[in-house]
């Protein structure tokens, strides 16, 4: 089994920040690109950001420069510091993560539940 869990989100007003975490846990062999997705109410799920296990950093036109995102390899940890907020970030934040759980298997996608991140004017 493998588990992401997101921390971090509420409410916060616009121009404020939020930084978002997520730990990976389980029968991991390697965890390759790591990333950030977001759902508003009535909305597809979409990208905000991804991060491969090299660090190469990835962004939705919609946050770039407003958002960053980390990883901490040691720990399977990522973190997305979100900046300058908008209304319009208001949505429930998911990490994914490409994960090996042994040395000979395929890479597979896991997701965790989601925390929800409110951003009022």
């Known amino acids: 089994q493998v588990q992401l869990v997101e921390s971090g989100g509420g409410l916060v007003q616009a121009e404020g920040s939020l930084r978002l975490s997520c730990s990976v846990s389980g029968s991991i062999f390697s965890i390759g690109s790591m990333g950030w997705y977001r759902q508003a109410p009535g909305k597809q799920r979409e990208l905000v950001g991804s991060?491969?296990?090299?660090?190469?950093?990835n962004y939705a036109d919609s946050v770039k420069g407003r958002f960053a995102i980390s990883r901490d390899n040691a720990k399977n940890m990522v973190y997305l510091q979100m900046n300058s907020l908008k209304p319009e970030d208001t949505a429930v934040y998911y990490c994914n993560a490409d994960v090996k759980r042994l040395s000979f298997s395929r890479w597979s996608g896991f997701w965790g539940q989601g925390t929800q991140v409110t951003v009022s004017s």
């Open positions: 991060i491969t296990s090299g660090g190469s950093t």
